[in-house]
């Protein structure tokens, strides 16, 4: 067993333009696609189906060879040892839940309709997912009010999540994630939403992709400080 | 299984080689000590394993344990039964915390040391002053501020207490968001200021700072502008000759001896065999709960009840903090861009709430500092519409223009809330793992419920249109703080180890961690671990090993 320290680079950036499928049948990758689209819908601006999101989580759930693209995006990493035993089983997992989370879906679409989800138009599909996740569609986030929450925990993964939840979530990831993983294909969900990103992950180790302009650029610390103007022995060290 | 290696016995060996483990090497090695380091996770190069990948980092848990391998369990009441939960994980990996952390480093205040003097006996609380004080640490907050590189500037917190020198680096510039703060706390005569950070931004002992990425919060730093003890005190205290680090190591067991005296630990290394590693010294330093569940683990004749134990205090009392905050949103018709995404997470924050004040109702208070949004994939946003078009717009709208004011809840310790071992759960060694009870005190909800809606306040002064304000229900060790769980004391009945981090009961046992503090400090707790892991090494080197040779040799005579 080799330390995650030297795990080795393998395979390639996952091209989002494949039509390969390493695991969803012809009709659960349709499926899954037209879900996406219902996620993070096409309007004026490209949605999940333009960005790839389908060959995303297509190649995720296909086993452990794309679970950590290699740091500078070169390829992906071979794990290995007692990580790679967790990372099968908690694959394994996921693939029922998305076989089956999918098969049930379209068995209630079938029940309701007559047909299975990908047949069906927009709006039954949006009704579709309401049915799936036991709430309404969501409404839009509007300004002028105040809305509490409860603290929650900053370790992000999916384990445990059911099939909706789940399936938001990679759709999420898929738009948003390094182009090196198969979604937001050029770039695009970056773009949707105004986040400058870096052209490769490479360029984040080098000192290539900066956000300095983003930062203030002219300013000075006794006046963002008053507290300083009182002081009569403070100074920047240089 | 039976021990397969025995290497040479050692001077001093360390279990965990995160913020203090990474301090005690470097203390220790520096001093001509022979050193044994062990670490759980690899030794990743920052250089070559580092960069900003969003899903890698943040949510496929790449430097993390694996919560599949290495389980938590936790639970409110002793009445429950704990269910897993990814409670209070903390990276995998040589430098430990310091590798994926903001590097909030504020000094403690005097107040800290004296939670009990200065409160009382408080219903539910076991309160209890620190076996030193303020003054006694600050020469080791000193140390590690330019030893380790911190940037911040002297005199721009107003209630500081007495600091020996300036800082090594100045801060980053003001973000957008942090500037808003700034003006909002100013015109409410807050004092802002840059919250001290583990960072450099110039060339501070050979270190090149180039990150400008804002990839910062829970991704490693490719560059030398973050402060990890893996490319620091670690290579520091290699160079010295007398360190040896072993990472990939599991340690299991810390062995004690029919003379009550520990004679080194057992671990499992990289191929799986088991390897015992003597040593004159056992220094812990996993973390105060994985050092609570060694300890716990470590039972033997003498101390069937665990490790140095013979209070029963070992795992108890308990605190975590929990990150609160509220965000505020900005209208992208009319306000200008914040760019909430951009930064190293903190910029701009305060003190001014920090001491006891008897009129807001509760004792204690926080920290606060405006802190990053975070980028596409886990933007903080309680609230954000699960799918559909919703979603989408509220991406496309709030991206850009979201800010947040986070805060450090300082939770006060109780007996009742603690570190046990699972009686069913096992890791992927078959030893069970950390169990979590911890119930918060009301003290606990009110300071948070009152420093948020302040939280509210200073975004409402900001122009914020809309507000989402995040309370504490129950702790979900969200901060990766850890303290409490060996808590130091005068007294070897309610303490476990003395002012040194020496057992009470084992002399040749310490502990450097956060699990020493009998109070969870109401700042982030790094600074002041790696400070005290610091003195207590000097003390080891200067007073605890010199003794102990001398009477061993008047002993023999």
């Known amino acids: ?238 | 299984m039976a021990v397969q290696k025995k290497p040479d016995a050692v001077d001093v060996v360390i279990v965990g080689l995160g913020a203090s483990g990474g301090t005690a090497a470097k203390v220790l090695s520096e001093a001509g000590l022979h050193v044994v380091g062990l670490e759980r996770g690899p030794y990743l190069r920052h250089d070559e394993h580092f960069s900003g990948d969003e899903l890698k980092f943040v949510n496929r848990s790449y430097m993390w344990p694996d919560a599949k391998l290495t389980p938590r369990t936790r639970r409110v009441d002793d009445d429950e039964v704990a269910q897993p939960y990814p409670f209070s994980m903390t990276p995998q990996l040589v430098g430990g915390g310091t590798n994926h952390w903001a590097g909030w480093v504020p000094r403690p205040r005097p107040s800290d040391f004296l939670q009990r003097s200065l409160h009382g006996d408080v219903d539910g609380m076991s309160l209890a002053d620190w076996p030193f004080q303020y003054e006694h640490l600050e020469p080791y907050l000193t140390k590690i501020e330019w030893e380790f590189g911190v940037s911040g500037i002297a005199g721009a917190d107003r209630g500081e207490g007495f600091r020996s020198r300036p800082f090594p680096s100045q801060p980053l510039p003001p973000t957008r968001w942090g500037r808003k703060f700034y003006s909002a706390a100013n015109e409410m005569g807050i004092n802002a200021f840059p919250i001290p950070h583990a960072m450099v931004t110039n060339e501070h002992k050979g270190r090149r700072p180039f990150n400008r990425t804002s990839f910062w919060n829970q991704y490693g730093d490719p560059s030398g502008a973050r402060s990890n003890t893996a490319t620091t005190f670690i290579p520091e205290a290699l160079a010295t000759g007398n360190f040896e680090l072993r990472s990939d190591c599991f340690v299991r067991e810390v062995k004690v001896g029919k003379d009550g005296r520990a004679t080194g630990v057992v671990y499992v290394d990289q191929t799986g065999a088991e390897v015992e590693q003597d040593a004159r010294v056992v220094v812990l330093s996993m973390g105060a709960i994985e050092t609570a569940r060694l300890m716990l683990l470590s039972q033997s004749a003498l101390f069937p009840d665990g490790l140095a134990n013979s209070s029963g205090l070992v795992g108890k009392n308990a605190t975590f903090h929990e990150y609160l905050f509220a965000i505020g949103f900005f209208d992208n018709e009319i306000d200008d861009p914040l760019y909430g995404w951009t930064g190293n997470y903190i910029s701009g924050g305060t003190m001014d709430f920090y001491e006891t004040d008897e009129s807001r109702g509760h004792m204690g208070g926080c920290i606060v500092s405006s802190s990053q949004t975070c980028h596409p994939i886990n933007m903080v946003f309680p609230g954000r519409p699960a799918w559909g078009q919703a979603f989408k717009d509220a991406d496309r709208t709030f991206f850009n223009y979201a800010m947040k004011i986070g805060l450090i809840l300082h939770d006060m310790p109780q007996e009742r809330n603690r570190v046990d071992l699972d009686p069913t759960h096992k890791d992927f060694m078959g030893l069970p793992v950390a169990r979590i009870t911890h119930r918060a005190h009301e003290n606990d909800r009110a300071m948070g419920r009152w420093q948020v809606d302040k939280n509210i306040e200073i975004l409402e002064v900001a122009g914020a249109r809309k507000t989402i304000p995040v309370y504490l229900d129950q702790v979900t060790g969200n901060t990766c703080h850890q303290h409490g769980t060996a808590r130091m004391g005068f007294d070897p009945e309610t303490s476990v180890l003395n002012e040194w981090c020496q057992t009470h009961d084992i002399d040749n046992v310490f502990v450097v961690d956060g699990s020493a503090f009998p109070t969870s400090l109401g700042v982030n707790p790094t600074l002041a671990m790696m400070a005290n892991a610091w003195r207590s090494c000097e003390y080891i080197v200067d007073n605890y090993l010199p003794g102990r040779v001398e009477r061993l040799a008047a002993a023999r005579a």
């Not at chain 1, 950036?13 to 819908?41: G, K, M, N, Q």
């Not at chain 1, 394994?92 to 309709?113: H, K, N, P, V």
């Not at chain 1, 509007?142 to 925990?153: I, K, N």
């Not at chain 1, 000192?207 to 300013?219: C, E, I, K, N, P």
């Open chain 1, 1 to 238: 067993m080799s330390s995650k320290a030297d795990w080795t680079t393998f395979l390639e950036p996952v091209d989002p333009d494949s039509s390969d499928r390493l695991f969803f049948s012809p009709h659960e990758w349709d499926t899954v696609e037209a879900l996406s689209a219902r996620i993070i819908p096409t309007d004026h601006d490209p949605g999940a189906r333009e960005a790839r999101v389908v060959v995303f989580i297509d190649r995720y759930l296909s086993g452990i060879n794309y679970i950590f693209a290699a740091a500078d995006g070169s390829g992906f990493l071979r794990i290995d040892g007692h990580y790679a035993t967790a990372w099968r089983s908690r694959i394994a997992d996921m693939q029922r839940t998305y076989r089956d989370g999918l098969a049930q879906l379209d068995a209630r679409c079938r029940s309701e309709w007559g047909e299975p989800f990908v047949s069906l138009d927009e709006d039954r599909q949006d009704r579709a997912l309401e049915l799936l996740s036991g709430a309404p569609k969501p409404g839009p986030v509007t300004l002028g009010t105040t809305e509490p929450a409860s603290t929650f925990t900053q370790f992000l993964t999916d384990d445990g999540l059911g099939f909706f939840d789940a399936l938001c979530l990679h759709v999420k990831q898929g738009f948003y994630a390094d182009p090196v993983y198969g979604g937001n294909k050029g770039r695009l969900g970056w773009r949707v939403i105004g986040f400058e990103g870096p052209e490769k992950l490479k360029d984040t180790m080098d000192g290539t992709y900066s956000t300095d302009s983003l930062f203030v650029q002219d300013y000075s610390w006794a006046d963002l400080i008053p507290q300083l103007k009182a002081q009569t022995t403070w100074a920047l060290p240089t």
